[in-house]
Structure formats: C-alpha cells, structure tokens
C-alpha cells in the first residue's frame, strides 16, 4: 500500500513534526511511505526519517495544487493524507484515486485563539465561525477526519459523522525517570500565545515567594521570545525563570526535573504531556481545550487547573507539589503506568487499522 502525507515542511522541531516522522518511521515497516511537502526551502530536516521514507518537495516556482496534482497522478498513492494546512483546500479536489484523510493536529475551538487579537468582538465572533465552519467545509470533502482526541471529535460529529481520534504517541524512549528530587519544574513549547508562558510567569512570581530556591526552564523558541524575556525581568525573576531555547535532548532535560507544568490556552493533543510522563513528571496543566483532560488523570499523575488562566490555582498546586517530594514521587511512578496507554506500537495499530479499512471499502 502506498502512502502520501503532505504538509508544509519538515524542517520544523515542533510537535507534529516529530509525531508524524515518529509515526512514518514505524508505518514503513508496513507500508511505502512518502512525505511531500511545499515550504521546505532547501532546509534539511529536523528529524531523521527512515531511509525507505520517500521525499518529495514541490518547488516554490510551481503553483502548489498544479506540483501535487502532478505528484499524485504520477505515483497513484492509495491513501493521501492532508495535515490541517493549505494543502486541505487542494488535496480533495484532485481526481488521482487515493483514498483522502483530513488530519486536524489543534483544537477544535483554536480559532478563538488564532483570532484574539481582533478587538472588535463582532468581528472577532464572525472571523472564529467564518473560519471553523470553513474547516469544517474543507473536512466534509475527505473520506476520513481524524482528530487528536475525544473531547474534539464529540465537537467534529455535530457536523461530520465520519470523524475519529487517534492519539499521538509517545515519540521518545527514557530510560531512566527523573527521581523527582531536583528543585527544577521545566515547560516546553513554542514561545506563542497559545502556550500561555506569560501565565506560567506570573504563576512563578507567586511560587518564587515561597519557593525561592526553585528554578523554572522553559524549552523552546517563537515570536515571543524577547516579550517573555521582558516580563521576566520586569518581575526580577532572571536567573529564577530560564528561557533555554530548543534542545536536541529533551529527554536529558525531563530527567534533571521534577514537575511539568502546562499553561496552554488550547491544545490539540499535547505530546509534550505524553513525554513528560514517560520519564516520570508529575504534571500540573491547565484544563484547556482539549488534551490535558485525557492524559492528566486528577490527583494520580498531576492536576488540572481550572479555567485556563486561573494564576492563584496554578501556584497553589505547584507549590504544593514543591513541598512534598513524597507526592511528586508518587504521581511520577503514576505517570510512567499511565505512559503505557501511548506506546507507539499501540497507536500504530490504530492507524494500520485505519488504512488497511479505507482501502477495502
């Protein structure tokens, strides 16, 4: 069986990168694998894919639905796969005889996010709707929609029936798990306004009060680098909150903490929370939309804080983590049983299914 996935480049160390080639990697034991992707630049990319996996990159001098008609009408692909980008628009509008696949990697309710900076709350309330019944329009041409988790896909059943979830899975192997005893907490993410990291500083200027000999690193990089940097130093916290930017082992630096904290506005299925579990963290997230909720078992393997935003909460169960090296302890080997649930070769197994059932249908 042949397989296409298209997204925009691989080239990227975020999330869904990582998960698809994680994914391909293992799939290409079962079936031909190709990546096509359009916005690659000549960059290399980020993650090593398995030699068999196929590369194909559509040159930035050709339209992009006319390079992956032809792409696709050369190689007859028996399943394409969209990843939620511009390639959804084009994919199912062209006749090559594969089977389609809309794969949406966000929450369902991200548009209020990607559309908060419109002041006008009319505006704002027509541009969130304008753009989620426009995705929702796009998915209905596909054969299969598959989301991140089942709180999204009750939302995308309203209107598509056809819709599953399928969790990420675990992309990293830890050996060892954190003993918990290091006075660190660590977040990881895109510096952005969906991660929510200017929360996660204000939680910190409470905890630090109490907690002065705590430190906080923060893994990643994006557009809000030197704004967060500000904030940290306007509430004189350098030195305490450390912006640490990307890392090639993130699994090194899971182990050197002992609690994950999570300030998301949204998420989709956050494999960050699927990591830090694997390597035994006690968690403390916000109960946002959607993903924490299905990872985060209350008062087993971390808390959830609700709503999103609430600081006093945040800190209080932080704080009350850093005080109990013994509880720490205990959600972390609760989070390593939990773990389990996303082992690759489970995950795997659903996508086998998947495909192996679309093509016979």
Known sequence: MKIAYIINGLWNSAGMERVFTVRANFLCNYFDITFIT???????????LDKRIHRIDISDNIPYKDGLQKILLANRYDITVATGGIESHYLYKIKDGSKKIYEFHFSYDMSKIWKKGIKNSIRRFLAIQYQKFGRIYVASHYDKV???????????????PKTIYIYNPSTITCEQATTCENKRAIAVGRLNIQKGFDYLIDVWERVHQKFPDWQ?????????????????????????????????????????????????RSEGFPL??????ACGLPIVSFDCP????????????????????NIDAMANRVMQLMADKSLRQEMGRRSLELSQRFKLENIATEWIELYNQLVSS
């Open 272 to 277: 960050v929370l699927i990591e830090a579990s």
């Open 146 to 160: 598959v989301v991140l988790n089942k709180a999204d896909c009750n939302k995308w059943r309203r209107w598509l």
């Open 216 to 264: 906080l690193d923060i893994f990643g990089e994006g557009a809000l680098r030197s704004e967060l940097q500000a904030k940290i130093q306007e509430k004189g916290l350098a030195n305490i909150i450390n912006l640490k930017g990307i890392t090639n082992d993130i699994v090194k630096e899971y182990q050197k903490h002992s609690i994950y904290l999570m300030s998301s």
């Open 290 to 309: 959607s993903g924490p909720s299905e990872i985060v078992e209350h008062g087993g393997n971390g808390f959830l804080v609700s709503p999103v935003g």
């Open 38 to 48: 359009k916005g690659q630049g000549g960059r290399p990319d980020y993650f090593k």
